[in-house]
């Protein structure tokens, strides 16, 4: 497990994201050194948000993030691809010296090839969707289409900003203090099945100190109330930004029982899924 901690600046990343998506219409984000999506931007088009909110699909968005991540082979600069399912995105890393700080992404949109064409291309990748590819049809064909020339120069723009963002501090490493590295593999790793002992064989640090270390994050609770506390907080995110089942809600944050997370959610949130995201959706 890393040793430096990644401290994102996530209002002005955030704010610097939402006005380059005003000013050329594109999508960036911010990929964590893993590739793990750090939820600056929430404005997909709707063919991403279909996938995403079908279990098996936010699995496969995320096995690609990951893998693009790994695979990065560009001396500097994007590297440009297509997703698991065909849609074009790029992909560039912030340093900090040698080492990624952070990735910046930029997509999904489609090139200026025929939209029939790539849509064939994509249909061809969807034998998995529960209703059949047509059923995407649609959401498929409100992507932007965007030329060579229009992306490489918005993906320019994005290469000198990113001198930017490290100038302005907006993405910063440090080193971890023990009870930084148990929040982090608590945020990383909290959807798994975890106990005392695994928590401290995989950090290395003993139960007792384990212990000490979780009362003191959770305000002196137990290294269990502090896992639950990880789970229903994304849980509240998955109720109130996705449409997912509660039981698919529950197994996506490391809950396979329906009643189970049920009760866990009501000691910690004080009311039930279901009012929960009632209360937030309307």
Same mark, same amino acid.
């Given at each position: 497990?890393?040793?430096?901690?990644?401290?994102?600046?996530?209002?002005?990343?955030?704010?610097?994201?939402?006005?380059?998506?005003?000013? +050329?219409?594109?999508?960036?984000?911010?990929?964590?050194?893993?590739?793990?999506?750090?939820?600056? $931007?929430?404005?997909?088009?709707?063919?991403?948000?279909?996938?995403?909110?079908?279990?098996?699909?936010?699995?496969?968005?995320?096995?690609?993030?990951?893998?693009?991540?790994?695979?990065? +082979?560009?001396?500097?600069? $994007?590297?440009?691809?297509?997703?698991?399912?065909?849609?074009?995105?790029?992909?560039?890393?912030?340093?900090?010296?040698?080492?990624?700080?952070?990735?910046?992404?930029?997509?999904?949109?489609?090139?200026?090839?025929?939209?029939?064409?790539?849509?064939?291309?994509?249909?061809?990748?969807?034998?998995?969707?529960?209703?059949?590819?047509?059923?995407?049809?649609?959401?498929?064909?409100?992507?932007?289409?965007?030329?060579?020339?229009?992306?490489?120069?918005?993906?320019?723009?994005?290469?000198?900003?990113?001198?930017?963002?490290?100038?302005?501090?907006?993405?910063?490493?440090?080193?971890?203090?023990?009870?930084?590295?148990?929040?982090?593999?608590?945020?990383?790793?909290?959807?798994?099945?975890?106990?005392?002992?695994?928590?401290?064989?995989?950090?290395?640090?003993?139960?007792?100190?384990?212990? +000490?270390?979780?009362?003191?994050?959770?305000?002196?609770?137990?290294?269990?109330?502090?896992?639950?506390?990880?789970?229903?907080?994304?849980?509240?995110?998955?109720?109130?930004?996705?449409?997912?089942?509660?039981?698919?809600?529950?197994?996506?944050?490391?809950?396979?029982?329906?009643?189970? $997370?049920?009760?866990?959610?009501?000691?910690?949130?004080? +009311?039930?899924?279901?009012? $929960?995201?009632?209360?937030?959706?309307?």
């Amino acid at each position: 497990m890393s040793e430096t901690n990644i401290f994102f600046d996530q209002k002005q990343l955030r704010k610097l994201i939402a006005n380059l998506k005003i000013l +050329t219409g594109v999508s960036a984000n911010i990929l964590d050194p893993d590739g793990r999506d750090i939820n600056l $931007f929430r404005g997909h088009p709707p063919f991403c948000r279909a996938i995403n909110d079908l279990p098996e699909g936010h699995r496969r968005c995320v096995a690609c993030d990951q893998y693009k991540i790994q695979h990065y +082979t560009a001396e500097s600069g $994007f590297q440009f691809y297509r997703c698991h399912l065909g849609i074009c995105e790029a992909v560039m890393p912030l340093y900090d010296k040698k080492n990624p700080l952070a990735y910046l992404a930029v997509g999904c949109y489609l090139d200026g090839e025929s939209i029939e064409k790539q849509w064939e291309h994509t249909r061809g990748l969807l034998d998995w969707w529960p209703d059949g590819p047509d059923a995407l049809k649609d959401a498929f064909f409100q992507f932007h289409q965007y030329s060579r020339q229009e992306i490489q120069a918005y993906t320019e723009t994005l290469e000198a900003l990113s001198a930017y963002i490290q100038l302005k501090g907006m993405i910063l490493a440090t080193e971890q203090t023990d009870l930084q590295k148990l929040e982090l593999y608590l945020d990383e790793h909290y959807m798994e099945k975890l106990s005392l002992a695994s928590i401290s064989r995989e950090m290395h640090i003993g139960r007792t100190k384990l212990c +000490t270390l979780a009362k003191e994050l959770s305000g002196g609770h137990t290294l269990s109330y502090l896992i639950a506390q990880r789970r229903i907080s994304a849980a509240k995110r998955l109720l109130v930004q996705s449409s997912l089942p509660i039981s698919a809600v529950a197994e996506q944050v490391g809950i396979s029982d329906y009643n189970y $997370f049920s009760k866990v959610f009501r000691s910690i949130a004080g +009311t039930t899924p279901t009012a $929960f995201r009632k209360e937030f959706r309307g």
